[in-house]
């Protein structure tokens, strides 16, 4: 069975940083494209980064490029996503997800889903 679970969620204040991470079961770990989204209140599911985890690429949505950054422990199979300076407008659910189809942050290519993480950031 597929299993990603997230965790590292919480609430924070405005300017704090929070590392979330994303365990996957070890047989679908390898040689797969995980990614990061978020759901924002009212807001359409979007995506923030994805990394193939054999070679370590890394893609990030533009608007995500400063404060967000993948990145992943192999041997625990795990990916990370770090977010520094957090803003009221991160306030969302942070979905992990597992594709085959490339390193993309299209909603339809990621066929695994985690249970989500709650960012709650107040100002």
């Known amino acids: 069975q597929v299993q990603l679970v997230e965790s590292g969620g919480g609430s924070v204040q405005a300017g704090g940083s929070l590392r979330l991470s994303c365990t996957a079961s070890?047989?679908?770990?390898?040689?797969?494209?995980m990614a990061w989204f978020r759901q924002r209140p009212g807001k359409e599911r979007e995506g923030v980064a994805s990394i193939y985890t054999a070679g370590g690429d890394t893609a990030y949505a533009d608007s995500m490029k400063d404060r967000f950054t993948i990145s992943q422990d192999y041997a625990k199979m795990t990916v990370y996503l770090q977010i520094n300076n957090l803003q009221s407008e991160d306030t969302a659910v942070y979905y992990c997800a597992l594709g085959t189809h490339g390193l993309s942050l299209q909603l339809y290519k990621y066929i695994h889903w985690g249970q989500g993480t709650q960012v709650t950031v107040s100002s």
């Open positions: 070890a047989y679908i770990y390898s040689n797969n494209y």
